[in-house]
């Protein structure tokens, strides 16, 4: 089993943007920052998928700016309590990636004003 995705595969995954916890699970996802990057790490487009079972399970999968990046340890976690801080969420389960690579197209124009960038 490789983790290349096969010919005609999303690169990432889509999300459960129609389940009730999408919009509470992103909002949670907004309050965690990368310590070097003033912006969220939804706004800076770390999060790739998020998976929304009916159980309340929550299905993280990100990435980060940079495979060396300082908090690469402690990232997941951090992800993780916010997530599991929401109500009706039972369970979290963060997957990191480097595929595809982030890359700062990912951001959103939110953060790419903050940043400058535009």
């Known amino acids: 089993m490789t983790d290349e995705p096969q010919e005609g595969e999303p690169l990432i995954r889509p999300s459960s943007t129609e389940h009730p916890l999408y919009d509470p699970v992103v909002e949670a996802c907004r309050t965690v920052y990368d310590p070097e990057i003033?912006?969220?790490?939804?706004?800076?487009g770390l999060i790739y998928t998020l998976d929304i079972s009916d159980e309340g399970k929550v299905g993280v999968v990100m990435t980060l700016t940079a495979p060396g990046c300082p908090v690469a340890g402690e990232m997941p976690g951090w992800v993780a309590d916010a997530v599991e801080s929401v109500p009706g969420v039972r369970e979290v389960d963060v997957e990191?990636?480097?595929?595809?690579?982030?890359?700062?197209?990912?951001?959103?124009?939110e953060a790419r004003l903050e940043l400058g960038f535009i």
């Open 96 to 109: 990191m990636t480097f595929q595809p690579q982030w890359g700062m197209d990912m951001m959103s124009e």
């Open 38 to 44: 003033p912006v969220n790490i939804y706004d800076l």
